[in-house]
């Protein structure tokens, strides 16, 4: 396994969770990959549709 470079952050909470998750794959099994990126999208979805306030 390589090292990865630090995660950009944005902030956002939800987002900033969604690109941890995302990035966090490569340590689990593939099987768990689709559901990953189906709440990362949802998540990131949701804040699309509902910004904060300070974003």
């Given at each position: 396994m390589t090292e990865q470079?630090?995660?950009?952050t944005t902030g956002i909470e939800d987002v900033d969770?969604?690109?941890?998750a995302v990035a966090g794959l490569e340590e689990r099994p593939v099987d768990e990959h689709a559901a990953t990126f189906e709440e990362a999208h949802g998540a990131l979805r949701r804040t699309l549709d509902?910004?904060?306030p300070d974003a």
């Open positions: 470079p630090e995660l950009p969770a969604a690109l941890t509902d910004p904060p």
